[in-house]
């Protein structure tokens, strides 16, 4: 019994800084310094369109972080096509990149077409033709935007993938808990499981289709696989004690788990098809929040073998365990970049928890956010942006901050107390 109390204060420490989110508009809380200044044209034809494409495209670039789009009301013109465009108008307004575009409507829904302009280059960067169903257009605005931060970034857009999250809503035994994805601006969220009992760490497939989460339904926590599409599901874990913190590896035919079936939790892998398990670490602390390296062949983890949370790292088909964090006495929930060369984690600094970034190869640790009690970071997946759940006063949002750190926004979410956000993997590869 003291075993498990322990645990579980361990466990609450790491999960202080739950949040609560109400329906809220995106906002960008701090913008960059060296972002660089673009115009998205209003499209002509989007007049009487359910979304406006153009406005979507403005708000995914300024996310981003790489960009400062111009105001429309700064527009002395709106040009639709590269043809009308006046290089010295633009450049007057220090406009560097230019987005002009026109729709129309057609049996199937619409077609839009765009160009991308270099205003300084006097030339036309890129020019598309994109179709859509009139229930697609958001998804068509994220595809545009996806192209043109890789024309002028060389970095792969990120606006196409999803995010998913937990909510709860009431008091007590009145505490209703639901399962969400939604786009990665927040917007279109849906709801893919609801429960009168916690469910905790969603984790994506690599191939975007599936979440891995933690449920208390049957009143303890057991581990399930859930089809998003279909809402299909299985329960792959139901051992006594812990079953937590699932997360896939990546080639999407493991996953890696907490569990306390043999004593202190430890971590494991579990082989999908057949659910044997392999025993990762084997010690007489907490073993927790596993996440994988880009290659596969590591796992770094928070443990309290420190005497406090901190992070570990863990070569597989060796016992070689190294401690990766040194900087304070807390340090929770790392996840790697993209290309392995930094994690991104919870750092509890003297102004609270926060988001911060820490270089593998140097150990230097820069916190990011601005916040103070952030909670459960996940790294979008072409590595510019990581997204979390805070406080923010008396209102808790979704927010996101630059890999850098020199810009953060904050998202919309379902209503309810919000708990750990993830992102997806990219979509359709």
């Not at 859509?132 to 192209?147: C, P, V």
Request: charged fraction near 25%; glycine fraction near 8%.
């Amino acid at each position: 019994m003291h075993t498990i109390s322990k645990v579980w204060l361990f466990c609450l420490l790491l999960a202080m800084s739950t949040v609560a989110s109400a329906n809220l508009t995106i906002e960008i809380t701090r913008g960059s310094d060296q972002a660089l200044p673009i115009g998205v044209v209003p499209f002509e034809g989007s007049a009487g369109m359910p979304e406006d494409v153009a406005q979507i495209i403005h708000d995914n670039l300024d996310r981003s972080g790489f960009f400062d789009p111009l105001d429309r009301s700064s527009m002395f013109e709106q040009p639709s096509k590269a043809d009308d465009v006046q290089y010295s108008t633009w450049r007057s307004l220090d406009v560097r990149y230019l987005v002009v575009g026109r729709a129309e409507r057609t049996d199937s829904g619409y077609r839009i077409q765009y160009d991308l302009m270099d205003i300084s280059g006097q030339r036309r960067m890129m020019s598309e033709t994109v179709t859509a169903s009139e229930n697609d257009l958001r998804g068509a605005a994220h595809y545009i935007s996806d192209q043109i931060f890789e024309e002028i970034t060389d970095i792969r857009g990120a606006f196409s993938t999803r995010i998913a999250y937990v909510t709860a809503q009431g008091v007590g035994d009145n505490t209703d808990y639901g399962l969400y994805v939604a786009d990665a601006d927040g917007r279109n969220s849906q709801q893919i499981l609801t429960s009168s009992e916690p469910i905790l760490s969603p984790a994506w497939s690599p191939d975007g289709g599936k979440l891995a989460y933690v449920s208390f339904e049957n009143g303890r926590p057991e581990i399930y696989i859930q089809e998003v599409n279909s809402g299909n599901r299985a329960r792959i874990t139901s051992f006594e004690g812990i079953n937590g913190a699932p997360v896939w590896s990546p080639d999407g035919r493991r996953l890696a788990m907490s569990l306390s079936k043999d004593g202190q939790p430890d971590i494991y892998i579990m082989e999908i098809a057949d659910r044997s398990l392999t025993r990762v670490t084997d010690s007489s602390s907490i073993d927790t929040e596993p996440a994988w390296s880009p290659d596969g062949r590591r796992l770094v983890f928070t443990s309290d073998r420190s005497g406090g949370p901190q992070i570990y790292q863990h070569r597989l088909g060796s016992s070689e365990t190294e401690r990766m964090t040194f900087t304070g006495n807390y340090n929770a929930r790392a996840r790697f970049s993209p290309d392995g060369e930094n994690l991104f984690l919870i750092h509890r600094s003297d102004r609270g928890f926060q988001v911060a970034r820490q270089e593998i190869d140097s150990g230097r640790l820069v916190t990011l956010s601005d916040s103070t009690s952030d909670e459960s970071p996940s790294v979008a997946p072409n590595g510019t942006m990581v997204i979390f759940a805070t406080q923010q006063g008396n209102n808790g949002v979704l927010s996101a901050v630059s890999a850098d750190g020199r810009s953060s926004f904050r998202l919309p979410a379902a209503q309810g107390d919000v708990r750990d956000p993830a992102w997806s993997p990219f979509l359709n590869e």
